[in-house]
C-alpha cells in the first residue's frame, strides 16, 4: 500500500475515536443532566416537610424563650419572697427576743428557727 493510503487509514481512525469520545462525553454530559434533575426533583418533594420542620423548630425555640422570660420572671419574684421572708423573720426573731427580755419566767432566749 501507498503511504498516503496509510495516512488516509489513520486520519479515519483518529477522526472515528475522535467522534466516539465525543459521543462519549456527550452522552456523560447528558447522563449527568439528568440525574441532576432527578435529584432536583427529589429535593423538591421533601422541600415542604423540611420548610415544615424548620417552623416548627422555630416555633419550639420561640416557646422555650418564653418559658425561659417567665423562668426568670418567677425566679426574680421567689428572690424577692425569700427577701421579704428573711427580713420579716428576722423582725418576728428581734421582737421575740425582746419580749423574753421583758418576761421574768423566761429562762433562756427562744428562737422560731427550727
Not at 66 to 87: H, I, P, S, T, Y
Request: proline fraction near 3%; glycine fraction near 2%; charged fraction near 40%.
Amino acid at each position: 500500500m501507498d503511504t498516503w493510503i496509510w495516512i488516509v487509514i489513520v486520519v479515519a481512525a483518529l477522526l472515528i475515536i475522535g467522534a466516539v469520545v465525543v459521543a462519549a462525553a456527550k452522552q456523560r454530559h447528558n447522563s449527568n443532566r439528568e440525574r441532576a434533575e432527578e435529584i432536583r426533583s427529589e429535593a423538591e418533594l421533601h422541600a415542604p416537610e423540611l420548610r415544615r420542620r424548620e417552623a416548627e423548630a422555630k416555633s419550639v425555640e420561640a416557646e422555650a424563650e418564653r418559658l425561659r422570660a417567665e423562668a426568670d420572671q418567677l425566679e426574680v419574684a421567689a428572690r424577692e419572697e425569700r427577701g421579704e421572708v428573711a427580713e420579716e423573720r428576722s423582725t418576728l426573731d428581734a421582737r421575740l427576743h425582746e419580749a423574753d427580755k421583758l418576761d421574768p419566767d423566761t429562762k433562756a432566749p427562744k428562737s422560731t428557727n427550727t
